[in-house]
């Protein structure tokens, strides 16, 4: 899967950016040329949908060899969710939430991250802890024109973020399509965390801890995006919620 927004949908963390990307020898590719090489890869089983000058998501079903995990997209209501690996508890999560049987975990993730926009009436990290399983998911909401990532803890679904030299953020769950864009400006996507267009990185295993971006270095010694771990020294000022009136914009604070 391939995922593209532009730098007036995502602002991402500063420490993302390298240096190193603007001296390297190798040209970067377009986010364009990028999705282009992504679906020439996927002639049968590929497609891509873009949003005028916002976002590109691009998703194939084929499994591949770096990653064999079962791959899921579906749009709903101007939400669209590119789902990543399986949940133990689906069947579980479609009663709480009132959905049918066949529903899936795309479709699943999408009705809860409906249900956390319009009502609120848990915190973010809550409703993700009740997901039991390995997974890694990208959301873009078309109509509020945000987006939302999510890892899961067991790091068996891997996801790279980077920053392309146009501003654009790229996610994909291979780091060959960021690399082509990004250079030395990306990194892992941590796991047990959540990004959020309009609240930036966060831990939902440790919610009240920040996050602290680490210097990392590649085989050539040159500084590449940092990667982020919970900072276990520093904690979030905790936040008083509103119950059922509070929105989207309290995601991920404490209760």
């Known amino acids: 899967m391939l995922a593209i927004f532009k730098k007036d949908v995502?602002?991402?963390?500063?420490?993302?950016?390298?240096p190193a990307s603007l001296q390297a020898s190798i040209k970067a590719a377009s986010p364009e040329e990028t999705m282009k090489n992504f679906l020439s890869a996927n002639p049968n089983n590929g497609f891509s949908i873009g949003f005028i000058d916002k976002a590109f998501l691009a998703y194939s079903n084929r499994a591949s060899s770096y990653n064999t995990l079962q791959r899921l997209f579906c749009g709903v209501n101007d939400i669209y969710c590119i789902f990543l690996g399986s949940l133990n508890n689906l069947c579980a999560l479609n009663k709480h939430y009132g959905?049918?049987?066949?529903?899936?975990?795309?479709?699943?993730?999408?009705?809860?991250?409906r249900t956390l926009r319009d009502r609120g009436p848990y915190p973010a990290h809550e409703v993700l802890k009740d997901l039991e399983g390995s997974f890694g998911f990208v959301i873009y909401d078309h109509k509020a024109d945000t987006v939302f990532v999510a890892l899961g803890a067991d790091e068996k679904v891997k996801l790279f973020w980077g920053i392309a030299y146009d501003g654009s953020v790229m996610i994909s769950d291979n780091v060959d399509h960021i690399k082509a864009?990004?250079?030395?400006?990306?990194?892992?996507?941590?796991?047990?965390?959540?990004?959020?267009?309009?609240?930036?990185?966060?831990?939902?295993?440790?919610?009240?801890?920040?996050?602290?971006?680490?210097?990392?270095?590649d085989s050539e010694g040159s500084m590449c995006g940092a990667?982020?771990?919970?900072?276990?020294?520093?904690?979030?000022?905790?936040?008083?919620?509103?119950?059922?009136?509070?929105?989207?914009?309290t995601w991920g604070q404490l209760t």
């Open 10 to 18: 995502v602002d991402p963390p500063k420490e993302l950016q390298s």
């Open 181 to 217: 864009s990004c250079i030395k400006s990306f990194a892992p996507f941590p796991a047990g965390c959540m990004y959020h267009s309009g609240t930036g990185l966060k831990s939902y295993e440790h919610p009240s801890y920040k996050m602290k971006a680490m210097p990392r270095v």
């Open 227 to 249: 990667y982020f771990k919970v900072d276990v020294y520093s904690k979030v000022n905790s936040m008083p919620r509103v119950g059922s009136a509070a929105n989207w914009a």
């Open 99 to 113: 959905l049918s049987k066949c529903t899936n975990e795309a479709m699943l993730v999408s009705e809860a991250y």
